[in-house]
């Protein structure tokens, strides 16, 4: 940072209240008004440098102290006590933070070379000229300063020529950048290493928006830096003026945020938003997601949801999990995660999908495409099923969007399934049937059915299902292979439920209600008579037995007609029949004896 000293006497200025005097053996001639601030001060010290005062002074009426308001003074009476120390000759000391007041302030009291050779305007444009100008950080202090005196400023040209020193520093190659320059990234020594191509990204970053968009603009304009460094400055400056996505809180929980800041917010991400170079990658899609997560929080116009949700979901393939991962941020929802932006832009990304490939072949860049979003939601499922308080329908919601194409196999799907029906243990059957509505039995891998035959939190019509295509594709050895029967009754627990599943089942499928004979309230074993007991027990079991094989035909013919009536598929299903048949007539026969 560079310094201007003018003056070599000390400073005899003091303050009683709210006047400001000199000390001096002449009695004050001259009141100076700004706002609250009285400064008594002498015609013959500031007379000769000021134009305006001369003129002022030579309309007053009173020839003895003359008193002048000049409260619309840009820099207030800070400013203007810089300019009267000049005029005494006092020391002052001029830098980059002070410039801009004390040039418009000089300006306005018309301190000029027609007044005086070698007045106060000079010497200010010579040292803007020769060292803020000449300056890396004194240029963007300047400019900054600039903030509080827009209007003068830019009359002056002060805004203009630092934006033009500013961009003509940042054109310059690394390799000829020889000033001070902020650079905080992990891992980077000045010493040791070359200046980095994204040298000036954290120091433009301090200004206020409207002027890092006017920098953006020109070095846009001048095409010489790709589009990833231009995506690169907006991160930084976003990072550093916007909130974290991850810890934004609710508004009704958030006491110290002021309707300003939210508004200074909106205004920082809707400009960021439509400076993102239009290249795909200029940005990262982590950013455009948080980016996203930050608007829906702040309330912004739906013009800027639109278009990060268009630009995410053209580069949704380059996403992680952890990309997808933000919280909600409605108070009205009670879950963590904020699915419904995730499905907001999957959706749009399948909309471009079916359009660019309407019928995409195996192996193609389309195919590989779409199975690797599959491969990433399913993943992220799997992570946020763990939230105790999200519904099955939000699961759902995205599960479903991805077409059938999409995934190779429903392992991935299977696991996010589990883990959901783990965490929420309360779970109706009837959510659990909606939960696994997605899941193809025949997409999963042997070891993955395995698992399903053996879940107890699974829907029993799921297992069955399971078992069928477990037997169908001959996946397993005979040795290991469970017939059907054996691993429903494994399942004890769930015998008293199968007379439910049974009247479900036959209302979907013949969408009539028949009566089951011989399933009903089975009376009590009378304590008096042994063989009325057993007789009846024997029955009762045998009434589960024949309604549990009823479902399991009723769950054959179903996966029968999905399957397309195969003949390998009828046949097995006829093995399954006969191996529980020839299983429950043994037992009866030992029972029998």
């Not at 909606?434 to 939190?457: I, Y």
């Not at 054959?556 to 529980?580: H, L, P, W, Y």
Request: charged residues 25%; neutral net charge; aromatic residues 6%.
């Amino acid at each position: 940072m560079k310094f201007m000293k003018l003056g070599t006497r000390p400073d005899t200025f003091f303050t009683e209240e709210a006047t400001r005097s000199v000390i001096s053996d002449i009695t004050s001639d001259l009141v100076i008004r700004i706002n609250n601030i009285n400064f008594l001060l002498h015609q013959f010290s500031l007379l000769p440098k000021c134009g305006l005062l001369q003129r002022l002074c030579t309309d007053s009426e009173d020839s003895n102290t003359v008193t002048i308001e000049l409260h619309d003074i840009p820099g207030g009476e800070d400013a203007f006590e810089l300019c009267a120390k000049y005029c005494y000759g006092i020391t002052i000391n001029l830098s980059a933070h002070n410039f801009v007041s004390a040039f418009c302030a000089a300006k306005f009291l018309r301190m000029t070379e027609a007044v005086e050779k070698g007045n106060f305007v000079l010497k200010l444009e010579s040292f803007f000229n020769s060292c803020i100008l000449e300056g890396w950080k004194d240029s963007i202090v300047t400019l900054q300063t600039t903030v509080k005196l827009t209007e003068w400023s830019e009359n002056l040209g002060i805004v203009r020529r630092c934006i033009d020193s500013i961009v003509e520093k940042i054109l310059t190659p690394p390799a000829k950048v020889t000033w001070s320059y902020t650079y905080t990234r992990k891992g980077f020594n000045k010493q040791q290493q070359s200046v980095p191509k994204d040298w000036w990204t954290e120091d433009i970053s301090d200004l206020d928006i409207d002027l890092f968009r006017c920098i953006i603009i020109a070095i846009k304009s001048t095409y010489m830096l790709p589009p990833q460094l231009i995506g690169e400055a907006l991160h930084v400056y976003a990072c550093r003026w916007l909130p974290d996505a991850t810890k934004i809180t609710p508004p009704e929980s958030s006491v110290s945020q002021t309707d300003d800041v939210a508004e200074n917010h909106r205004k920082i991400i809707e400009i960021i938003v439509t400076m993102i170079p239009a290249d795909k990658g200029s940005v990262s899609v982590g950013f455009l997601l948080r980016l996203l997560s930050i608007a829906s929080h702040l309330g912004a116009s739906a013009m800027i949801k639109t278009e990060l949700i268009r630009r995410s979901s053209l580069q949704l393939e380059e996403a992680t999990v952890s990309d997808l991962l933000f919280p909600t941020h409605s108070s009205s929802n009670q879950h963590y995660y904020d699915i419904d932006l995730v499905a907001a832009v999957l959706d749009s990304f399948l909309l471009l999908w079916r359009r660019t490939s309407p019928a995409p072949i195996e192996n193609s860049q389309s195919m590989r495409s779409i199975r690797k979003i599959g491969k990433l939601i399913d993943t992220y499922l799997q992570v946020v099923a763990r939230d105790i308080n999200l519904p099955v329908s939000k699961v759902l919601a995205v599960a479903e969007a991805l077409p059938d194409i999409a995934r190779k196999d429903h392992d991935d799907l299977y696991k996010g399934i589990n883990i959901y029906l783990k965490e929420h243990p309360e779970l109706s059957k009837a959510d659990k049937k909606r939960l696994c509505r997605p899941l193809d039995c025949q997409k999963l891998s042997p070891e993955v059915r395995t698992h399903a035959v053996k879940n107890e939190r699974l829907p029993l019509r799921t297992v069955v299902q399971v078992l069928f295509f477990e037997q169908d594709k001959g996946s397993r050895a005979n040795d290991q292979r469970m017939s059907a029967q054996e691993q429903l009754l494994s399942r004890g627990k769930q015998i008293p439920l199968v007379r439910d599943e049974l009247s479900k089942l036959q209302l979907e499928q013949h969408e009539q209600t028949t009566p089951l004979e011989g399933i009903g309230k089975t009376p009590a074993p009378s304590e008096s008579s042994s063989r009325n007991h057993q007789k009846m027990k024997r029955t009762d079991k045998k009434i589960a037995l024949e309604s549990e094989k009823k479902v399991v035909r009723e769950e054959i013919e179903e996966v029968e007609t999905k399957d397309g009536g195969s003949s390998g598929s009828k046949i097995n299903a006829k093995k399954m029949m006969k191996n529980r048949s020839g299983s429950d007539h043994s037992r009866d026969k030992s029972r029998d004896r």
